[in-house]
């Protein structure tokens, strides 16, 4: 596929048809549709691991680059919660139940600079995805390990994920092995491709210009657990 053209394509195509129930339409941003699957959505192949090499490694505007193991942060406190999230190719999923570790509280064990103001996220394959830093303070925005009960399988982002629940999902970047905090803001993949910068799926930011139409269903198309 070429990314670049991307964005235009979704621009272009179809609207969807809404299947959202009356009591559950504050709960679905505007053009969404719900589905009780989980569309498997990512670009380049589902990387492999040895976990005794896996780390997660913190940089940029702190005071000391640190790496931790897998056991490093599963030894930290643990949380589940139920969200709902939503895609930018028109889908959403309700009540949605995930384990993982609190941002804010990973953030404890970092010296962050005062003037450190955006994250960059790191992830394999050659991924990255950027966010206020603001917006990761958030009580519900975790570094995801399991979803509905069991560990993440490798197709939704194993052995760490991301979640930021109130944005669109490609924030909620797979695989990540980095967090890098930034003074400035700089655009992660999609949003150099033409995805919008921010992606708030209730003010419908899903292009960086122009929206000259709705996303296609192309989740239809795709795997689903």
């Known amino acids: ?18 299947n959202v129930a009356p009591e559950l339409a504050h709960r679905v941003p505007p053009g969404q549709t719900t589905t009780d699957r989980f569309p498997i959505l990512h670009e380049g192949e589902v990387p492999e691991y040895d976990m ?3 780390t997660l490694r913190v940089f ?22 139920k969200n709902d999230i939503h895609c930018v190719t028109r889908w959403s999923k309700l009540d949605t139940e995930w384990e993982g570790v609190r941002f804010t509280d990973l ?13 960059m996220i790191h992830a394999d394959q050659d991924y990255e995805t950027n966010l206020p830093l603001e917006d990761l303070l958030h009580d519900n925005i975790l570094l995801a390990h399991s979803f509905d009960g069991e560990p993440l399988n490798a ?36 949003e150099r491709n033409g995805f919008h910068n921010y992606a708030d799926p209730f003010r419908e930011q899903r292009f960086s210009g122009e929206d000259l139409g709705l996303p296609e269903d192309e989740w239809h198309h795709k795997d689903f657990d």
């Open 1 to 18: 596929m070429n990314t670049s053209k991307k964005a235009e394509r979704l621009k272009k195509a179809p609207a969807l048809k809404a």
């Open 52 to 54: 005794a090499q896996w």
């Open 60 to 81: 940029g505007e702190v005071d000391e680059e640190l790496s931790f193991t897998y056991e490093q942060l599963m030894s930290l406190p643990q949380i589940k919660q």
């Open 107 to 119: 953030l404890k064990l970092i010296n962050v600079n005062s003037d450190a103001k955006y994250v």
């Open 155 to 190: 197709k939704h982002g194993w052995p760490l994920r991301l979640l930021v629940p109130h944005l669109y999902f490609w924030k909620s970047a797979k695989w990540i092995r980095g967090i890098e905090f930034m003074r400035e803001d700089r655009p992660g993949f999609w």
